[in-house]
């Protein structure tokens, strides 16, 4: 079921869209069977469920963080995560930057923002976020800003989602119209999950992050 399931949604995306498999809370054996089919960019959003997987699993998997990640975590994961979708704060980035430079390593960030009518979701509010106008960034070489994710309301009002896709994307387009106009590597917008995917693509996204709809419904936690 789930080889079918990712080749049903894989032949769904523009080609420009990449997929996240999101493996939190799947068992080593179900993300296997994802990794068999030849899928190797894979989501979980806790450090020790990760850091875990990360141990038992093939060290081709390229593994993306994308749940609100504490700065006293970073260090378990700057080793080996290929991007961290989450970064809600300065601080993190520079912890992150911190423990990417003692792996020796450059890791991808992309800039969470606030685009949901809930309080509960993180990210930034302004844009651009203060912090990218300091010295202080520059000077972080171990880190890749490569583009932004937002996370829409869990609600079953589309054209709010979509709104929300929308405004996502007129951040994007500011910022690489703006800061980043010489950066070629921001180029990701990361939004669309099992729900709200199709809506996304429309709306701009070059990346989705799906779980329910490859591995079918997560127990509640
Ligand atoms: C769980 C999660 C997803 C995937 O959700 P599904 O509805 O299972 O597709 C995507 N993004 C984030 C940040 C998540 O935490």
Request: charged share 30%; proline share 4%.
């Amino acid at each position: 079921m789930i080889a079918e399931n990712l080749k049903r949604i894989l032949s769904e995306l523009a080609p420009v869209v990449k997929l996240v498999v999101v493996s939190k809370t799947r068992s080593e054996a179900e993300i296997s069977e994802a990794y068999e089919t030849g899928h190797r960019i894979f989501g979980e959003n806790r450090v020790p469920e990760l850091t875990a997987k990360q141990e038992n699993l093939p060290d081709d998997i390229k593994w993306h963080f994308i749940g609100h990640l504490q700065t006293n975590k970073v260090k378990y994961i700057a080793p080996f995560v290929s991007c961290i979708h989450s970064i809600d704060s300065f601080k993190l980035l520079k912890e992150i930057n911190k423990r990417a430079r003692s792996a020796d390593r450059v890791i991808d960030c992309l800039l969470q923002f606030h685009i949901a009518d809930e309080s509960a979701k993180f990210g930034f509010e302004e844009v651009p976020p203060e912090f990218l106008k300091t010295s202080a960034f520059e000077e972080l070489k171990n880190v890749r800003v490569c583009g932004v994710m937002g996370m829409a309301t869990f609600t079953d009002n589309e054209s709010q989602v979509r709104e929300e896709f929308k405004a996502l994307k007129s951040i994007f387009d500011q910022l690489k119209n703006g800061f980043f106009a010489a950066r070629p590597e921001f180029r990701e917008i990361s939004m669309g999950m099992s729900g709200d995917y199709r809506i996304a693509m429309e709306e701009g996204s070059t990346m989705v992050r799906i779980g329910s709809d490859i591995f079918g419904p997560r127990e509640a936690l």
